[in-house]
């Protein structure tokens, strides 16, 4: 009976005791997850937190280059007695010549024991090819506007490459101390274009460094009179806002090659991003080439950058922007991996051209006479070369053994490959540039770009007059105050073909045009653009004299000096009217004993009108070639002969009667 009493309190003691162990057990287990939790989330987010990757970002001529260069001044990376020369990033001569960047170049400073990789991108659409690759190599961006111009096109571009690869930005708003600066208008007109390219909330919250550069002064806020004599914003601003790059050392590794190099030592050199592992000079890797085989090579060497230098190193690990060698024919977006563990990245996406053009061996009268490299091959060998480094570019053969199609991001990004050329020693000739159509669901499309003007309010009616006879759509217009107007168009490419000089022409050199791709969109059929005045074309070959030059300035437009040797087809000026013109320029003043009443007086003419590059480029029709060698630009006609010309032409229109 005793026992059947005390059976309910043994029972509750026993409940008890098993719910408490029960209750030890889950509070065990549930530590112990917390633990494994906390340790894999710290495995997760292991950091490299003295290092940061970073691109400069902007429109060109708004100032990359320079803030480059000062916060390479400003860094612990220079020794002091190091003088840092204007613009010191950009190497390459025809970069300094015309003060943009062409090439992305890496360099590194040092700040506060923070290691930045610096990327210094091109600022103008021609050369995207290059910003969309450095995209792939950091983990956030730069973006610098100009205080006064804010957002242009090649803004819009380059922004909307870094928000597709979700980096994260920070905003610079730089040559604040310019008089008619305004700071405040231009960071509005900064977040309107991050909403209208689909930023993400944490992009739409970027901070802003106001800034000028080339006065090595910056500040968070936007009155000139606080700007600090200092790059120290700047740097804070990268380091506690850019994120730092994972540490996933430990890992196989992974390289993804994003530009190339070549050293007349070592070979060729890929540059670009360890993403996982570590990599050691003497490692044997495999290459996973873009083609999808795989072949195995011995690192060589490896290159850290440090200021702007590349030195040698040992070893590097994930995080790191390095340069490796040991494999001579690496390209662009190709990845290594060790031999046990091969695992490609995604190969690297880039648009594709839009514009083409010929390029041809010279085979003018004066073919040979100024060039060192001017036969088929040479000129061959070196587009190859060119296919090696610049991945926006495409050459494919023609039925010819002396012509290539040579394709390009836009005008500019051919005429500097035909200017590298001729400077390098080539003689060639090239023909007029053309869009490429391209079929998109059945349907011919051609490219469009978006154009933005800066011109005085008088010449708007003559601007959008033009624009529109091109084909072009007004997108928007507005009142920028001091007189001045700011038009936004779409306009099929081809209708942009020359269009340069006709608009400086028009607006007295006052009007400021920038323009970048835009889509493609449905081909609008007919003609768009071209010249309207024909060429005044050389019937005999000799010297261009005064004699004849003054009898032929009536006509037109002369693009020759007196002096200056011509041949039969060569173009020496533009007529006035549309029609071509066949000239004798070479024709002298005939001899007489007979004393002339103006015997003594000076014979004058017009200074001619000498053509660049590019202003010949635009100047070409269909029917015409642009020789280039390294002392001579010449414009001439695809026919030489005036008969042969004549009957072409017959030919021509015969046919397009039908």
């Keep these: 009976m005793q026992i059947l009493m005390e059976l309910p309190y043994f029972l509750m003691k026993t409940f008890t005791l098993i719910k408490a162990v029960f209750f030890a057990c889950v509070c065990g287990i549930i530590v112990q997850l917390e633990i494994k939790f906390k340790n894999s989330e710290e495995i997760m987010t292991k950091l490299r937190e003295d290092i940061r990757n970073i691109a400069i970002i902007a429109h060109v001529d708004h100032g990359k280059t320079t803030l480059v260069d000062e916060l390479l001044k400003q860094s612990e990376t220079l020794d002091a007695r190091t003088e840092l020369a204007e613009r010191a990033m950009d190497s390459n001569d025809i970069e300094k010549e015309r003060g943009i960047t062409i090439l992305a170049k890496n360099t590194a400073v040092a700040y506060n024991g923070t290691r930045i990789n610096i990327m210094d991108t091109p600022g103008h659409a021609d050369f995207g090819g290059e910003v969309e690759r450095i995209m792939k190599m950091v983990d956030g961006v730069v973006l ?297 669901d059945g349907v011919k499309c051609e490219p469009f770009e978006r154009v933005q003007i800066d011109t005085p309010e008088e010449y708007q009616g003559s601007v959008i007059q033009s624009l529109s006879e091109r084909k072009g759509e007004m997108l928007d217009m507005i009142s920028t105050g001091n007189g001045q107007t700011r038009l936004v168009f779409l306009v099929p490419a081809r209708g942009l073909i020359g269009y340069s000089t006709e608009f400086l ?73 549309e029609n071509d013109l066949t000239v004798n320029i070479t024709k002298a003043k005939q001899m007489t004993n007979v004393r002339s ?21 635009e100047f070409l029709n269909d029917d015409e070639y642009m020789e280039v060698t390294p002392e001579s630009i010449r414009l001439r006609k695809q026919i030489l002969n005036k008969q042969e010309r004549e009957k072409a032409n017959k030919k021509k229109k015969s046919a397009a009667a039908e």
Excluded: C
Aim: glycine content about 8%; overall charge negative; charged content about 25%.
């Design 144 to 440: 610098v506007v100009d205080a006064y111009e804010g957002t242009m096109p090649q803004t819009r571009f380059v922004l909307k490459k870094a928000l597709e690869q979700d980096l994260v930005p920070i905003v610079v708003v730089n040559k604040i101390d310019k008089p008619s600066a305004r700071p405040a208008e231009v960071v509005d007109e900064v977040l309107e274009l991050f909403i209208e390219l689909g930023a993400d909330d944490d992009q739409l919250d970027f901070p802003v460094v106001y800034a000028s550069a080339i006065n090595g002064t910056s500040s968070l806020s936007d009155d000139p009179a606080d700007q600090e004599k200092t790059m120290a914003p700047i740097f804070d601003t990268i380091i506690d806002h850019i994120p730092a790059p994972v540490d996933n050392s430990d890992q196989p590794l992974q390289f993804q090659v994003s530009l190339l190099d070549y050293n007349d030592f070592v070979g060729r050199i890929g540059i670009g991003r360890v993403f996982r592992g570590t990599v050691k000079v003497g490692d044997q890797v495999t290459l996973s080439k873009l083609d999808g085989t795989t072949k195995n090579f011995r690192v060589t060497k490896l290159f850290g950058f440090f200021g702007l230098e590349r030195r040698e190193i040992n070893e590097a690990k994930a995080g790191d922007l390095i340069a490796v060698s040991g494999m001579e024919d690496i390209f662009v977006g190709e990845t290594i991996t060790p031999t046990d563990a091969i695992e490609p990245l995604p190969i690297l996406h880039i648009d594709e051209p839009t514009l083409q053009m010929t390029f041809l061996v010279n085979n003018s009268p004066f073919a040979g006479r100024e060039g060192k490299w001017v036969t088929s091959r040479k000129v061959e060998e070196r587009l190859q070369a060119e296919l090696q480094t610049d991945v926006s570019l495409r050459v494919d053969p023609t039925d010819s053994p002396d012509k290539w199609t040579v394709s390009g991001r836009g005008e500019l990004h051919l005429s500097i490959l035909i200017e590298t050329m001729r400077r390098e020693g080539y003689e060639l000739q090239v023909s007029r540039p053309e869009v490429i159509v391209k079929e998109i």
């Design 505 to 577: 022409s028009m607006t007295r050199g006052y009007g400021i045009m920038n323009h970048t791709f835009d889509q493609y969109l449905p081909l609008i059929p007919g003609e768009i653009g071209g010249r309207h005045r024909g060429a005044l074309v050389s019937i005999d070959a000799g010297k261009a004299t005064t004699y004849s030059i003054m009898s032929i300035e009536e006509r037109g437009t002369i693009f020759v000096n007196p002096g200056t040797e011509v041949y039969e087809g060569m173009i020496i000026g533009e007529n006035s009217r």
């Design 597 to 617: 009443a103006t015997k003594d007086q000076t014979a004058v003419i017009k200074t001619p009108r000498i053509l660049t590059l590019e202003e010949s480029l």
